[in-house]
Nanobody, 128 residues
């Protein structure tokens, strides 16, 4: 069974940083692309990034470029999202998702049903 577990969320002050982790169990991540998404209450889930199976190619939504960095450590079966210069509007539940293909496709941020498994999400709150 594909299972993803996000961690690392919490309360942070504006301008602060957090690193989220997405750990896999029941399968190995190194063959698959991983997406990061977030959902603000009352809004649709939006894509942040997609990282290919080996980490050689990473794609970001235009609005996420510059402050968010995705990486992976396949030896640890974990994918990360480093978030810097956080703003109150970054407050959301953050999710990772796996798509059982090795590369990110052009629709990575738009067609959420193409992802095969999602984590439960981790809450990030940016507030002073």
């Amino acid at each position: 069974q594909l299972q993803l577990v996000e961690s690392g969320g919490g309360l942070v002050q504006p301008g602060g940083s957090l690193r989220l982790s997405c750990a896999a169990s029941g399968f190995t991540l190194d063959s698959y692309a991983i997406g990061w998404f977030r959902q603000i209450p009352g809004k649709e889930r939006e894509g942040i990034s997609c990282i290919n199976n080996k980490g050689g190619s990473i794609y970001y939504a235009d609005s996420m470029k510059g402050r968010f960095t995705s990486s992976r450590d396949n030896a640890k079966n974990t994918v990360y999202l480093q978030m810097n210069s956080l703003k109150p509007e970054d407050t959301a539940v953050y999710y990772c998702a796996v798509r059982l293909v090795p590369v990110c496709v052009s629709s990575w941020s738009k067609v959420l049903r193409e992802y095969d498994s999602w984590g439960q999400g981790t809450q990030v709150t940016v507030s002073s």
